[in-house]
């Protein structure tokens, strides 16, 4: 009686009513096991529970697995501004530009009232 109550899934594997879920470290081992050759597709596919259309998922999930790991640039990464600190630098930033234009207008004063705006005496 005790033998028949639960058959747990061995590894990683989930069954849901009819569903099973790989997971990532399941699909490539049987990635990789299909890659070596040593054993027949057919045998490792049955030992699996798996259709030929679900390696030949698991192998474009792993080439775009490599593509998207192998794109990332080395180096360090951008730094991401928290709003508030982005908040606080943009109005830094106007107050200088303000004062940079008063800065402006006042040398343009100046220069007027000097000998036409030339500084050489």
């Known amino acids: 009686?005790?033998?028949?109550?639960?058959?747990?899934?061995?590894?990683?594997?989930k069954v849901?009513?009819?569903?099973?879920?790989l997971s990532a470290e399941k699909k490539y081992q049987i990635f990789l096991e299909a890659e070596q050759g040593g054993q027949p597709l057919g045998e490792i596919l049955r030992r699996?529970?798996?259709y030929?259309?679900?390696l030949a998922r698991i192998r474009?999930?792993?080439?775009?697995?490599?593509?998207e790991r192998l794109r990332?640039?080395?180096?360090?990464?951008?730094r991401t501004v928290?709003?508030?600190?982005?908040?606080?630098?943009?109005?830094?930033?106007?107050a200088k530009e303000r004062a940079i234009a008063?800065?402006?207008v006042e040398l343009t004063v100046l220069r007027k009232k000097t000998n036409g705006g030339s500084w050489v005496r």
């Open 48 to 50: 699996e529970g798996l």
């Open 102 to 104: 008063d800065l402006s």
């Open 1 to 13: 009686m005790t033998e028949n109550i639960e058959k747990k899934a061995e590894g990683p594997t």
């Open 60 to 67: 474009t999930q792993v080439k775009e697995g490599a593509l």
């Open 82 to 94: 928290p709003l508030d600190e982005y908040a606080a630098l943009k109005q830094e930033l106007e």
């Open 16 to 21: 849901s009513g009819k569903r099973r879920y």
């Open 52 to 54: 030929s259309s679900d």
């Open 72 to 78: 990332v640039r080395p180096g360090p990464r951008a």
